[in-house]
């Protein structure tokens, strides 16, 4: 079985709510370090068989088609999981 | 005068959009998401709720149901569509209006009675309006933040696509008003519906359909939205 992982972010220039949720509970815990928090998405699509080129076609057609929304989202990455 | 209401899994005002068509003077019919027909109705609602639980994005899912496969090309085509709160985000997500919703600014839930103005009454929807008035309807969101570059919300205002705008009271006046001075949920300039070029495609976020029955709601505003698209209909 073989996996590919995509991974989505809302765009820069759009406020992340959930990230500064986040970023502003941080410091409670003593973590006074971090000036920004940006929250993001990952998908992990399983297949029978090997990631081929064309599965990994498919997956980089299913993420930019449904599994972001261009208008916010970027996807940052579409790529094989390694093996561990 | 028929006018289809789709129920998608988690819809949760398709009655309430269908009551409002009743009280309207319209025939409402229910459509199902996973039909691929429009049943011959001369207009379509997409209600509010939380379609699919609203997971990956609000109207994600909902974008991809059977029903949309048919009424995405009938709405190119002008049937006039109207996409209420949820159904705006599923709007969006189909790319028949321009821009995205994503969580309120403030991160919270709204549910408040609220103040727009209209800003286009020349759409199949809003007709009935005059341009500027100012009426009040429920409004009630989690992902109600209306977003999209600085182009197309340019290019929305200069074509006068902009149907409806947030009210925003002065922040400087005596007020309890918990959004003095900014509007309830980040919108972009304030926008709280579009419509299409054509003008026959309408979302918003806040509820006509909440504000048609004298002693429900806080008004009888957004009755003009269905009594717009019935005449529309028979104009067409």
Known sequence: ?84 | MKIGVVTFPGSLDDHDASRAVRVAGGEPVSLWHGDDSLRDVDAVVLPGGFSYGDYLRAGAIARFAPVMSVLIPAAQGGLPVLGICNGFQILCESHLLPGAMIQNDHRTFICRNQRLRVENATTAWTSDYQLGDEITIPLKNQDGQYVADRSTLDELEGEGRVAFRYLVADASAHTYDRFAGRNPNGSYRDIAGITNERGNVVGLMPHPEHAVEEGYGPSLDGLKFFTSVLKSVVNA
């Not at chain 1, 208008?71 to 094989?80: P, T």
Request: proline share 4%; charged share 25%.
């Open chain 1, 1 to 84: 079985m073989g996996n590919v992982v995509v991974d989505v972010m809302l765009k820069s220039e759009i406020l992340d709510p959930q990230g500064q949720a986040v970023a502003g509970a941080l410091p409670r815990l003593g973590f006074n370090q971090f000036t920004d928090v940006r929250q993001g998405k990952r998908f992990v699509l399983s297949v029978e068989g090997e990631v081929t080129d064309e599965v990994l076609a498919a997956a980089r057609e299913a993420a930019e088609t449904m599994l972001s929304n261009p208008v916010i989202e970027d996807v940052v990455s579409v790529r094989v999981e390694s093996q561990a």
